[in-house]
């Protein structure tokens, strides 16, 4: 019998066929199991690996010299520890949002490397002693909290503290002195504040204690106004379930979590900087600060885990 004509191209092409369809396929589940903070397929909270973070869009080009830019640019200062596969979509996310907007703006990552307990506010502290004069307002930004609503200003906050994550907007936290999340500031005005307390170590209470700082400096917090989305304003990335706050309060702790901080701020956080590194995620880019906090024990013995 004669042999078929060209057997390599019919025993090729259902094989591309299906490498093309399992290709379609990765995408596609990739893209449903994408998500933020939110319950597991099945309704089920996720006990396993981190939901997928969504996979931002391709930023744009930043042309910061043109004059629709403004004459402001903002240090956009993100509090980090082992968040990277928060830390991989947002700063490609943050990057395209600022800059559809038209806000100049440099990403700082404030990478905490010493064996310490997290301090949020000491390493805003240190991003700002570290965003150079070319910033001339900040950020105080959470790595898991990204805005859905392009109506959002981040724009250059002259009259005041500016809360982007307001108590009517944040997926959680809803009381009415709450400016933690997202608190856009001008250099100026977080001078005045003598900048955050460095002795809050672990999760919570530092932006409880600078909302008593910003009224003691005389400054009014405002707010977003006409916004409509609501609690669906933001997207949440942090999955309680896979990453465990560090909520642990010693008795001392407990006793000076309400107080406010009259000596400590900017003029006497004790950092040193391991590397400074600039980096390009997706195209997007950033600074990241490795950052070696220093913590006087008989201060602030909750400083570590002991």
Known sequence: PRAPLLPGRFSVFPLFFLALLLGFA????????????GPAPGGG???????????????????????SWGPHRLALLVPFRERFEE??????????????????????ILNQVD???????SLINVGFLESG??????AMHDVDLLPLNEQLDYSFPEAGPFHVASPELHPLYHYKTYVGGILLLTKQHYEMCNGMSNRFWGW????????????????????????TT??????HLHDPAWRKRDQKRIAAQK???????????????????ESRTALSVAGAPCTVLNVLLDCDTNETPWCTFG
């Open 255 to 273: 006793q000076e979590q309400f107080k406010v901080d009259r000596k400590g701020g900017l003029n006497n956080v004790r950092y040193r900087i």
């Open 115 to 121: 064996h310490f307990r997290f301090n949020r506010a």
């Open 204 to 227: 919570g209470r530092e932006d409880d204690e600078f909302y008593r700082r910003i009224k003691g400096a005389g400054l009014q917090v405002r707010r977003p106004s006409g916004i």
């Open 230 to 235: 609501g609690y669906e304003t933001f997207q």
């Open 87 to 108: 830390l991989l979509t947002f700063v490609p996310y943050m990057h395209r949002f600022l800059s559809t907007k038209r806000i100049r703006h440099h990403i700082f």
């Open 26 to 37: 990765s995408l596609l589940w990739l893209q449903l199991s994408c998500s933020g903070e």
């Open 133 to 138: 004069n070319d910033t001339d307002y900040i």
């Open 45 to 67: 909270q996720s006990r396993g690996a981190p939901l997928q973070p969504c996979l931002p869009q391709a930023p744009l080009p930043l042309v910061e010299d043109e004059p």
